[in-house]
């Protein structure tokens, strides 16, 4: 099992301001999700990033994945408070297809 | 079209009672998985399967069983509850490899 450190663990912010999560391993990932998840509801998937360098844009989030596919980030700019939740990372292995999670960082967005 | 779709979704049982949490996917995906969830500790692969008749065990397996007999079904067995299984359980599934699995919307589960 490849091991997916998130940072930091919790994150508070006024609205307006802008973050960033890391995720970040010694092992290598064929390709990396974040996920977002809310208060009662499953996981739902942002983005997967699966070159080395490539950076992604969906409106105010910024993902990219680190140039040896070990390490990802996460930057959201301007926070709105519908941007709180529990922001999970995910790496998919290069030999098999489990993916293996990172404990999540839970960002509160404050209004 | 309902995705994944988890039954019950809050459960409390007594410990070395046993039940079924239930998962059905009506998207023909033939890739289905249990995780469990713990309070800081991310997300745990339990069983997953790639096909009808096919499952396999994940990082946390003991205490819990699978079977697939259909494509759209993907039961999770505790036999025996112990206070350890007390989580939040969550089934997902994917066409194949890809893309990532989407998730139903969790089983609360409080053993105690």
């Known amino acids: 099992t490849q091991l997916l450190e998130q940072s930091p663990q919790f994150l508070s912010i006024q609205e307006g301001e802008n973050l960033t999560v890391y995720c970040n391993s010694s092992?290598?990932?064929?390709?990396l999700q974040w996920y977002r998840q809310e208060p009662g509801e499953g996981p739902v998937l942002l983005v997967t990033?699966?070159?080395?360098?490539e950076v992604k844009k969906l409106k105010r989030l910024t993902f990219q994945f680190g140039d040896a596919r070990k390490d990802s980030s996460l930057h959201i700019t301007a926070a709105q408070p519908g941007d709180t939740g529990l922001y999970l990372c995910?790496?998919?292995?290069?030999?098999?297809?489990?993916?293996?999670f990172g404990a999540g960082t839970t960002v509160t967005v404050r209004a | 079209n309902a995705g994944v779709t988890q039954t019950p979704k809050f459960r409390i049982l007594k410990i070395g009672q046993s039940m079924t949490l239930q998962c059905t996917q009506d998207?023909?995906?033939?890739?289905m998985y249990w995780y469990r969830q713990d309070p800081g500790m991310g997300l745990k692969l339990i069983y997953y399967?790639?096909?009808?008749?096919?499952?396999d065990k994940g990082e946390v397996p003991n205490g819990y069983n699978v079977s697939r007999s259909t494509t759209e079904d993907f039961p999770l067995r505790l036999e025996l509850a112990a206070p350890s299984q007390t989580s939040v359980y969550f089934c997902?599934?994917?066409?194949?490899?890809?893309?990532?699995?989407?998730f139903g919307p969790g089983t609360r589960l409080t053993v105690t």
């Open positions: 399967s790639v096909g009808a008749g096919i499952t």
């Open positions: 998207m023909n995906h033939n890739y």
């Open positions: 995910a790496g998919d292995s290069l030999d098999d297809y489990k993916l293996s």
């Open positions: 997902a599934s994917s066409p194949g490899r890809e893309p990532p699995p989407h």
């Open positions: 092992s290598v990932f064929s390709s």
């Open positions: 990033v699966v070159t080395g360098g």
